[in-house]
């Protein structure tokens, strides 16, 4: 199978998994609601190992920040969570509407200011502003290419996360150690 055979079966295979899932959450609403459970353990220090299903991560300051740098940070995980949901939903539509794609890239810069997560400013602790660049190659028209970025974005749901505030809600559990 040359590289054209190889990226066709996939785009093949991406739309008949949209087209599936889309179908059965159409047909029953209670299979697309779900409850993500994410576990962060403090290793030691501020090394944190993220654990979710199968998969296991790590995240860390850098040593200026006080860590070890054993793994990046929450903002590069929260922009790569951001730029990487962007780029899936719009392999996915591009599947769902035909929209041939040759490459895609996204970059995402956000600014913020570091001294509120110290308490030395009043500036909020997250992001003043988040931008993002998507770069398309693609043989489809200028306005097809475009109707599938919109399209993906109202759909894309780290779009959603970064664009709208969230609820949030605590839980403590404290206690006192053994021994």
Same mark, same amino acid.
């Given at each position: 199978?040359?590289?054209?055979?190889?990226?066709?079966?996939?785009?093949?295979?991406?739309?008949?998994?949209?087209?599936?899932?889309?179908?059965?959450?159409?047909?029953?609403?209670?299979?697309?609601?779900?409850?993500?459970?994410?576990?962060?353990?403090?290793?030691? &220090? !501020?090394?944190? +190992?993220?654990? *979710?299903?199968?998969?296991?991560?790590?995240? @860390?300051?850098?040593?200026?920040? /006080?860590? #070890?740098?054993?793994?990046?940070?929450?903002?590069?995980?929260?922009?790569?969570?951001?730029?990487?949901?962007?780029?899936?939903?719009?392999?996915?539509?591009?599947?769902?509407? &035909? !929209?041939?794609? +040759?490459?895609? *890239?996204?970059?995402?810069?956000?600014?913020? @200011?570091?001294?509120?997560?110290? /308490?030395? #400013?009043?500036?909020?602790?997250?992001?003043?502003?988040?931008?993002?660049?998507?770069?398309?190659?693609?043989?489809?028209?200028?306005?097809?290419?475009?109707?599938?970025?919109?399209?993906?974005?109202?759909?894309?749901?780290?779009?959603?996360?970064?664009?709208?505030?969230?609820?949030?809600?605590?839980?403590?559990?404290?206690?006192?150690?053994?021994?």
């Amino acid at each position: 199978m040359d590289g054209n055979q190889e990226k066709t079966a996939s785009t093949e295979r991406i739309r008949i998994a949209f087209e599936r899932s889309a179908k059965a959450i159409a047909l029953r609403p209670s299979v697309g609601k779900h409850t993500a459970v994410s576990k962060v353990t403090v290793q030691g &220090g !501020v090394l944190c +190992e993220i654990q *979710e299903g199968r998969w296991k991560l790590v995240s @860390d300051l850098s040593e200026k920040g /006080g860590g #070890t740098g054993q793994g990046p940070d929450p903002g590069v995980l929260g922009r790569a969570a951001f730029g990487s949901c962007l780029a899936m939903a719009y392999v996915l539509w591009a599947a769902n509407l &035909g !929209v041939p794609l +040759e490459r895609l *890239e996204i970059e995402v810069q956000a600014d913020f @200011d570091a001294g509120a997560q110290y /308490g030395v #400013t009043d500036s909020p602790a997250g992001y003043s502003e988040v931008r993002y660049t998507v770069i398309v190659e693609s043989p489809a028209r200028e306005d097809e290419v475009r109707r599938l970025l919109d399209e993906a974005e109202k759909h894309c749901p780290y779009y959603d996360v970064f664009g709208r505030a969230q609820k949030l809600a605590r839980t403590v559990e404290i206690s006192q150690p053994q021994g």
